[in-house]
């Protein structure tokens, strides 16, 4: 069962980042690690970048820098591709999201601007609020997939990577369901070339990747890989996936704060939250399609965390509202309200009021930048299929048939830390400490 340490491959050459959608996200990202390369920035955020691991006993004082533990690629060894339906370059296309500032972004011009999407898979139906001419023409989905491929070898050849990683940044399609097309791989090849409805543009890129052995993350709710033909086919090609929607501003928190709620055994009545961002992410969601995406996304995370089930008279009747807001003069500077009511002792109520003035994508893209190493050391690894311990990263976790997915930060962090020191050999830390005492 254990993927011993040998078993790791070397990170040796360059890695690929294979992004899709070229907007506020990707640019952050990108600019970031050009002038973290630089020294002129510092990758505060990135657990790959600034986090120790702790190993053994406290008492042995052995906390490792987690990117001198474990064999991940370098900044250095990072090389970009992406695909938009606007042709702008990276460093138009980050002037534009106007999350960085000018002078930052001058420092890295040349690197961004080498940056230069390769048209589009991209269908209206899915994201109804967006039009722009960077788009491939094709007969037939499979066609697109076919041209997503020829687009991977030829970055692969002028770039020379040795790995690639595909991680979509690209905007929240319509709320779909799994449809039969979506159950068996047979089904949904037949799907792509008969141009069923049901393959959103995010399964031709997925399906591109896997079929050329890249691995898949999803930073939007898409439903994507989550889907039974997609899952067989990165287990057909021995590959990761992992998704969905990353967790950043509003439910980052509601993740941090409801276990500790939860932990003291105080009720809950209501959860308000709200959200006004004026970003080209917020224009998409105002779509009432693309916005029922993201809410499922949203909501799910109050219920597995506080388990009405096992406490209902703790939890069973939560009024819990999301919205979102589309709010141009906000740009990509959120403002995410929670009211929080929650109730003590004796059913006292009480109320707690969270205001968190975020900023979109400058909390995402350290997301991004562990997502691309931790999913290549998983390929490296030979780790296939869904990697549940990658949900720290993700609102809504894919887990396997059946079981719940865990929202809890602090769990999700430990099962991460815990499955690098599984994957390098060390023993497990269950915090039981009991040896301190004897
Ligand atoms: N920023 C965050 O905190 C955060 C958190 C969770 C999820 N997300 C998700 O990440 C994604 C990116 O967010 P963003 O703020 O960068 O949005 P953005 O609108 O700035 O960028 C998305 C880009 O994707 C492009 N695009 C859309 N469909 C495409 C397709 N089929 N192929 C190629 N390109 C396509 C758009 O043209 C746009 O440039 C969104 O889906 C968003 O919901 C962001």
């Given at each position: 069962m254990?993927p011993?340490?040998?078993k790791?491959?070397p990170?040796?050459g360059k890695?690929?980042v294979l992004?899709?959608g070229?907007?506020a996200?990707?640019?952050t990202f990108i600019?970031g690690?050009?002038?973290?390369?630089?020294k002129i920035?510092?990758p505060?955020?990135?657990?790959?970048?600034?986090g120790h691991?702790?190993?053994?006993?406290?008492t042995?004082?052995r906390s490792?820098l987690i990117?001198?533990?474990?064999?991940?690629?370098?900044?250095?060894?990072?090389a970009?591709?992406?695909?938009?339906?606007?042709?702008?370059?990276?460093y138009?296309?980050?002037?534009?999201?106007?999350?960085?500032e000018r002078?930052l972004?001058t420092e890295v011009?040349?690197?961004?601007?080498?940056?230069?999407?390769f048209?589009?898979v991209?269908?209206?139906?899915?994201v109804?609020?967006?039009?722009g001419?960077?788009?491939k023409?094709g007969?037939?989905?499979?066609?697109?997939?076919d041209?997503?491929?020829g687009?991977?070898?030829?970055?692969?050849e002028?770039?020379?990577v040795?790995?690639?990683?595909?991680v979509?940044c690209?905007s929240?399609?319509?709320?779909?369901?799994p449809?039969?097309v979506h159950?068996?791989?047979?089904?949904f090849?037949?799907g792509l070339?008969e141009?069923?409805?049901?393959?959103?543009?995010?399964?031709?890129?997925a399906?591109?990747?896997?079929?050329?052995?890249i691995?898949?993350?999803n930073g939007?709710?898409n439903l994507t890989?989550?889907?039974p033909?997609l899952l067989?086919l990165a287990?057909?090609?021995?590959?990761p996936?992992s998704?969905?929607?990353f967790?950043?501003?509003?439910?980052?928190?509601?993740?941090?704060?409801?276990?500790?709620?939860?932990?003291?055994y105080?009720?809950l009545?209501?959860?308000?939250?709200t959200n006004?961002?004026?970003n080209?992410?917020?224009?998409?969601l105002d779509?009432p399609?693309s916005?029922?995406?993201?809410?499922?996304?949203k909501?799910?995370?109050?219920d597995?965390i506080?388990?009405?089930e096992?406490?209902?008279?703790l939890?069973g009747?939560?009024?819990?509202?999301?919205r979102?807001n589309?709010?141009p003069p906000?740009?990509?500077?959120?403002?995410?309200?929670d009211?929080i009511?929650?109730?003590g002792w004796?059913?006292y109520?009480?109320q707690l009021?969270l205001?968190f003035l975020c900023?979109?994508?400058i909390l995402?893209a350290?997301?991004v930048?562990?997502l691309?190493?931790?999913?290549d050391?998983?390929?490296?690894a030979?780790?296939?299929g869904?990697?549940?311990w990658?949900s720290f990263?993700?609102?809504?976790?894919?887990t396997?048939?059946?079981?719940?997915?865990?929202?809890n930060?602090?769990i999700q962090?430990m099962?991460l830390?815990n499955?690098l020191?599984?994957l390098?050999?060390?023993e497990q830390?269950?915090?039981?400490?009991?040896?301190?005492?004897?």
């Amino acid at each position: 069962m254990s993927p011993k340490p040998s078993k790791i491959a070397p990170s040796e050459g360059k890695l690929g980042v294979l992004l899709v959608g070229l907007g506020a996200v990707s640019t952050t990202f990108i600019a970031g690690v050009e002038a973290v390369k630089k020294k002129i920035a510092r990758p505060f955020g990135s657990m790959t970048q600034m986090g120790h691991i702790r190993l053994g006993k406290r008492t042995e004082k052995r906390s490792p820098l987690i990117q001198e533990f474990v064999p991940l690629a370098k900044l250095t060894d990072l090389a970009f591709c992406s695909w938009d339906i606007f042709p702008e370059n990276a460093y138009e296309s980050a002037l534009k999201s106007g999350v960085l500032e000018r002078s930052l972004l001058t420092e890295v011009r040349e690197d961004l601007e080498g940056v230069k999407p390769f048209p589009a898979v991209f269908d209206r139906n899915y994201v109804r609020k967006l039009n722009g001419p960077n788009q491939k023409k094709g007969r037939t989905k499979m066609d697109l997939a076919d041209q997503l491929q020829g687009d991977f070898r030829k970055f692969q050849e002028t770039e020379r990577v040795k790995r690639m990683v595909m991680v979509w940044c690209g905007s929240t399609e319509v709320y779909l369901q799994p449809k039969p097309v979506h159950q068996t791989l047979r089904a949904f090849e037949k799907g792509l070339k008969e141009n069923d409805p049901d393959i959103p543009s995010s399964m031709v890129y997925a399906y591109a990747a896997l079929k050329s052995r890249i691995p898949y993350a999803n930073g939007a709710p898409n439903l994507t890989t989550d889907v039974p033909a997609l899952l067989e086919l990165a287990h057909e090609m021995k590959m990761p996936v992992s998704g969905k929607d990353f967790k950043t501003g509003q439910t980052l928190m509601k993740t941090i704060v409801a276990p500790g709620l939860k932990a003291r055994y105080l009720g809950l009545s209501g959860w308000f939250s709200t959200n006004i961002l004026g970003n080209r992410d917020g224009e998409v969601l105002d779509d009432p399609e693309s916005f029922k995406t993201k809410e499922e996304s949203k909501l799910g995370v109050l219920d597995t965390i506080l388990q009405p089930e096992l406490y209902p008279e703790l939890y069973g009747k939560i009024h819990h509202k999301v919205r979102i807001n589309y709010y141009p003069p906000r740009g990509d500077n959120k403002e995410g309200w929670d009211n929080i009511d929650i109730f003590g002792w004796l059913g006292y109520p009480m109320q707690l009021k969270l205001d968190f003035l975020c900023r979109d994508s400058i909390l995402a893209a350290p997301l991004v930048l562990d997502l691309v190493l931790y999913m290549d050391l998983a390929q490296r690894a030979e780790m296939k299929g869904i990697q549940e311990w990658l949900s720290f990263y993700y609102k809504s976790p894919m887990t396997a048939p059946g079981l719940y997915p865990e929202h809890n930060l602090f769990i999700q962090e430990m099962k991460l830390k815990n499955t690098l020191r599984y994957l390098m050999g060390e023993e497990q830390i269950t915090h039981l400490g009991l040896e301190y005492y004897e």
